[in-house]
């Protein structure tokens, strides 16, 4: 069964920090895409970064450059991202997806095949 499993949301104050992890299982990293896209409550789903097959091509959404960092480990098959100065408009449920292209597609969700499950991101002020 291919699925992918996200972990480490919670609640941070903010301008604190959180690393979420996506795990896959049931199919090999290697060859897929993963983009981390985020949905508030009322909002639409955003993009906000994603990391190619290879894992040397990222992209990052205007709100989250330089905050945040995606990361690939291949041998863990695991994606992590790690969310730095937190703000309140960051606070979402954090969702991963995997899609069967090299590339890093940021803006068209519809392109990825398999989703996790989400978790929620909670920034306290």
């Known amino acids: 069964q291919l699925q992918l499993v996200e972990s480490g949301g919670g609640l941070v104050q903010l301008g604190g920090s959180l690393r979420l992890s996506c795990a896959a299982s049931?199919?090999?990293?290697?060859?897929?895409?993963i983009g981390w896209f985020r949905q508030a409550p009322g909002k639409e789903r955003e993009g906000v970064s994603c990391?190619?097959?290879?894992?040397?091509?990222?992209n990052y959404a205007d709100s989250v450059k330089g905050r945040f960092t995606i990361s690939k480990d291949n041998a863990k098959n695991t994606v992590y991202l790690q969310m730095n100065s937190l703000k309140p408009e960051d606070a979402a449920v954090y969702y991963c997806?995997?899609?069967?292209?090299?590339?890093?597609?940021?803006?068209?969700?519809?392109?990825?095949?398999?989703w996790g499950q989400g978790t929620q991101v909670t920034v306290s002020s």
């Open positions: 997806a995997a899609g069967p292209f090299r590339l890093c597609i940021l803006s068209k969700s519809g392109f990825y095949d398999y």
């Open positions: 049931g199919f090999t990293l290697d060859y897929y895409a």
């Open positions: 990391i190619s097959s290879s894992g040397s091509i990222t």
